[in-house]
């Protein structure tokens, strides 16, 4: 889902008004900045390389299609050391797009009735107004997708927790006092 006041730190705007029908290819080489912003924006320690290319075509009458590869080498936290942990990012991008006034788009919706999703399907097409769309945002969520949530060294692991000592009774006079007033009651 795009929202227009999120800019991506990978941001790159594609005029599609005038899109040549074999496509555009695009790019997105990011710099120190961008790429120090792309690690916190995605909590990784790093990002050292950064590069999506992709290729923007006409789909179907007035919609546009993304297609490409991001790939990263990254710098994240071990979930168990907490200590870096080197990897590298590499995904498949794809996303269709179609204007906001496009029938495509509102198929389905409008009448109330049920829509078949399959969630192994692709996504449905992403609506924008306007005569742009932003391909680094969208390489970028596809990116972000591709990190591994839970990074671990190998060898890493959690330890098992540790037995509670047994619970030991103090013994002393005071105790044995209290023992014998605890029987009376």
């Not at 496509?23 to 924006?41: I, T």
């Not at 071990?78 to 788009?105: H, I």
């Amino acid at each position: 889902m795009q929202h227009e006041d999120v800019t991506s730190p990978v941001s790159f705007r594609v005029h599609v008004a005038r899109l040549p029908q074999k496509g555009m290819r695009v790019v997105v080489e990011a710099d120190a900045r961008q790429r120090v912003a792309l690690a916190a924006a995605h909590g990784l320690v790093s990002v050292t390389r950064y590069r999506a290319d992709l290729l923007v075509t006409p789909w179907r009458r007035n919609g546009i299609k993304v297609a490409g590869t991001v790939k990263a080498d990254i710098v994240q936290e071990c979930v168990v050391t907490l200590e870096p942990l080197e990897a590298s990012v590499s995904a498949s991008v794809e996303g269709l797009y179609l204007p906001e006034d496009s029938k495509l788009g509102r198929q389905g919706f409008e009448g109330g009735g049920e829509i078949m999703l399959d969630a192994e399907g692709p996504d449905a097409p992403e609506l924008f107004s306007g005569d742009s769309i932003d391909a680094g945002a969208l390489a970028e969520e596809f990116f972000g997708l591709a990190l591994d949530p839970y990074p671990r060294k190998s060898g890493a692991s959690v330890g098992a927790p540790t037995p509670e000592p047994a619970k030991v009774e103090p013994d002393g006079p005071l105790q044995e006092k209290l023992r014998q007033l605890t029987r009376k009651s």
